[in-house]
């Protein structure tokens, strides 16, 4: 063999040792990197699965305590009506009850049973004096409910709260995105309460698992947190590709640096970039009495509108601007460039309402009250023409804070709207006490109009509740005219959805106004008032709110 051969075989060689000592230490650290951040995730989701159980079932116990110290022992009015009170109160529970020394139920605040009551779990001594944790169910459902009970002093009877199991376990990852472990909720004993997040393969053995156990010594609950390896290795797979191109070639090196700092933009810094530039604009879906054709009002939609004119929709930043903190800034924003832009033309009509989705958290801070008041007041726009919209798919977790916030709303003259009614965490618990002026009904149940009939029937029962509340009703998503005349037939007077008009950009749905509504050129607001026929429809009648605490 030739010198020149041996030099080749030599480099050839070095080149495998060169590359390939590099490759495998990258891949054994990344393995260890990988490793270490599923324990990091499965801790983080056990501990706040307990910190969250823990402060519910604290509230709950807190509750009980209450009603004990009051002296509350039996079914009599007094003693219901103040356990209908602390139900009321407390968020998590469902029902607060007075129950025999067996577990047997004698009473309850909503005055009749829910069901038999079958306890599946031995109870669970808490380090609180006086009071056991339960699981139980409910003849008729299968979802489990804990049951805390208050022994009181004369051993013979007990207070005792329902929690839905539901309200145990987070629904988000600490990132607020979609849960990537499976968490099993447990009593001491091994009674399961609860489990949700990423379900687990059938045949994936233990091992191939990551795997963190968490007791609560306080309440005597456990948590089992797990993942599967090979999904979290999966979602890992894009490092150690880039690991490997990084090392074999230093062009690749430069051109993944290159990519990576040109495409590497803090999403946060985006949209404060963007609100500075004013990049946020209405888009205005309109809203139609049936029975007439009358346009009566819009909901006011958020859009990007990016610098190179591509519009974002918003699921893309939305989420983000509220676990950022600036929602605020960016409904106020959102507010403003209406009245600037529409103000006019909807303040010289003054039966026209204009709606505005505000995020759960806006609902718990007064501030909210504060921005609404000066954006609208001085404005075009009347407080009287603005309803706020607050939706059931994210939780309130204070409805007393919530009632508050949208009190001092209705005090301005505004008015406050459910949306999304039915779909989310509140159900009939949001109409009893926050006190809403409207209703809104989720295109999920327009879109099931003759196809499935608990769709209908759900319809018709938030018909007749929202005209024993003297709530208005407005039907969202409605695609065709099959709807509307069943949406009539139940006395469903407001609707919006395609069958009439898409989400529309401002200078559209001033053109829509006009066409609809002409109004003489100079008319001032007041003499456009004073034109208004007395009989036009009014989105959301003023009436006297019902009492609901």
Same mark, same amino acid.
């Given at each position: ?6 030099g080749k075989?030599?480099a050839i060689l070095a ?5 390939g000592v ?6 054994y650290w990344a393995?260890?990197h990988?490793?270490?951040?599923g324990?990091?995730e499965?801790?983080?989701?056990a501990?706040?699965a ?5 402060t519910r079932?604290g509230?709950v ?5 209450d009603?004990?110290?009051?002296g509350?022992t ?6 219901v009506?103040?356990?209908h ?10 029902e607060v009850?007075?129950v ?10 909503l005055?009749?049973p829910?069901g ?12 609180v ?6 699981v139980?169910?409910?003849a ?5 409910l804990v049951r805390?009970?208050r ?6 009877t007990?207070?005792?709260?329902l929690i839905?199991a ?12 979609p849960?990537?472990?499976f968490?099993r909720?447990?009593?001491r004993d091994?009674?399961l309460?609860?489990?949700g997040?990423a379900?687990l393969?059938?045949d994936e053995a233990?091992e191939d698992?990551v795997?963190?156990h968490l ?5 005597g609950?456990?948590v089992?947190?797990?993942?599967s ?10 490092i150690r590709l880039?690991g490997?191109v990084?090392?074999l070639?230093l062009l690749?090196l430069?051109?993944?640096?290159h990519?990576?700092f040109r495409?590497?933009?803090?999403p946060i ?6 609100l500075?530039?004013?990049e ?6 309109p809203?139609?009495?049936i029975t007439d054709?009358?346009l009566?009002?819009a ?5 990007w509108r990016r610098?190179d004119?591509t519009?974002?929709a918003p699921?893309s930043f939305?989420?983000l601007a509220?676990?950022?903190g600036l ?6 924003a959102l507010m403003?460039r209406?009245? $600037?832009e529409?103000?006019?033309a =909807?303040?010289r009509?003054p039966? +026209? &309402?204009v @709606?505005f989705n !505000?995020?759960a ?5 007064e501030a909210?009250?504060?921005m609404?008041?000066?954006?609208f007041?001085?404005?075009p726009i009347?407080?009287?023409?603005v309803?706020l919209e607050?939706?059931e798919?994210q939780p309130?977790?204070?409805l007393?804070s919530?009632?508050?916030v949208i009190?001092s709303?209705q ?8 949306d ?7 159900g009939?618990s949001?109409?009893l006490k926050l ?14 109009i003759?196809?499935? $009939?608990?769709?209908?029937?759900i =319809?018709?029962?938030l018909?007749? +509740? &929202?005209r @024993?509340m003297r !709530?208005e009703?407005?039907a969202?998503?409605?695609e ?6 069943y949406l ?6 407001y609707?919006q959805g ?12 001033l053109q ?6 002409p109004?003489?050129?100079q008319?001032?607001?007041a003499a456009a008032?004073a034109a208004?026929?007395s009989?036009?429809p009014?989105f959301?009648?003023?009436c006297?709110?019902i009492?609901?605490?």
């Amino acid at each position: 063999m030739s010198s020149s051969r041996y030099g080749k075989l030599a480099a050839i060689l070095a080149g495998v040792v060169l590359v390939g000592v590099p490759v495998a230490a990258f891949s054994y650290w990344a393995s260890l990197h990988i490793e270490r951040q599923g324990q990091e995730e499965v801790a983080l989701a056990a501990k706040r699965a307990i910190v969250l159980a823990e402060t519910r079932i604290g509230l709950v116990i807190a509750g009980l305590t209450d009603l004990a110290d009051r002296g509350v022992t039996s079914c009599s009015p007094e003693h219901v009506e103040a356990m209908h009170a602390t139900a009321f109160r407390v968020a998590p529970i469902k029902e607060v009850a007075v129950v025999e020394a067996d577990g047997e139920t004698l009473c309850t605040n909503l005055g009749i049973p829910l069901g038999r009551r079958q306890i599946v779990s031995r109870p669970v001594a808490t380090s609180v004096p006086d009071f056991v944790i339960e699981v139980v169910r409910i003849a008729g459902r299968n979802e489990p409910l804990v049951r805390i009970r208050r022994i009181v002093s004369d051993g013979r009877t007990s207070l005792a709260a329902l929690i839905p199991a539901e309200l145990l376990l987070p629904k988000v990852s600490a990132h607020l995105g979609p849960f990537r472990t499976f968490a099993r909720l447990t009593t001491r004993d091994g009674t399961l309460i609860e489990e949700g997040g990423a379900a687990l393969a059938d045949d994936e053995a233990p091992e191939d698992r990551v795997v963190f156990h968490l007791r609560s010594d306080r309440y005597g609950l456990a948590v089992v947190a797990s993942m599967s390896r090979t999904a979290l290795y999966a979602s890992y797979a894009g490092i150690r590709l880039l690991g490997v191109v990084v090392i074999l070639c230093l062009l690749g090196l430069a051109f993944a640096v290159h990519t990576y700092f040109r495409y590497r933009k803090n999403p946060i810094v985006e949209i404060e970039r963007a609100l500075k530039a004013n990049e946020f604009v209405p888009y205005f879906q309109p809203i139609l009495d049936i029975t007439d054709g009358r346009l009566i009002g819009a909901e006011v939609l958020i859009r990007w509108r990016r610098g190179d004119g591509t519009i974002a929709a918003p699921a893309s930043f939305i989420p983000l601007a509220e676990s950022s903190g600036l929602i605020f800034e960016l409904t106020r924003a959102l507010m403003l460039r209406v009245c $600037r832009e529409a103000g006019e033309a =909807i303040g010289r009509r003054p039966r +026209l &309402a204009v @709606s505005f989705n !505000m995020t759960a958290r806006l609902f718990l801070d007064e501030a909210t009250v504060s921005m609404v008041r000066d954006v609208f007041f001085g404005s075009p726009i009347a407080p009287s023409q603005v309803v706020l919209e607050v939706t059931e798919r994210q939780p309130l977790e204070d409805l007393a804070s919530a009632r508050g916030v949208i009190a001092s709303l209705q005090d301005l003259g505004m008015r406050v709207a459910l949306d999304d009614v039915g779909t989310g965490h509140g159900g009939l618990s949001y109409l009893l006490k926050l006190g809403v002026d409207i209703i809104k009904i989720d295109k999920l149940f327009i879109d099931a109009i003759g196809a499935e $009939r608990y769709s209908t029937t759900i =319809i018709r029962s938030l018909c007749e +509740l &929202a005209r @024993s509340m003297r !709530m208005e009703i407005v039907a969202e998503g409605v695609e065709n005219f099959d709807q509307v005349s069943y949406l009539r037939e139940q006395g469903v007077r407001y609707a919006q959805g395609y069958v009439f008009a898409p989400p529309l950009p401002c200078a559209s749905f001033l053109q829509l106004l006009d066409a609809t509504d002409p109004l003489p050129r100079q008319a001032s607001p007041a003499a456009a008032a004073a034109a208004a026929p007395s009989a036009a429809p009014h989105f959301g009648p003023a009436c006297p709110r019902i009492a609901t605490a």
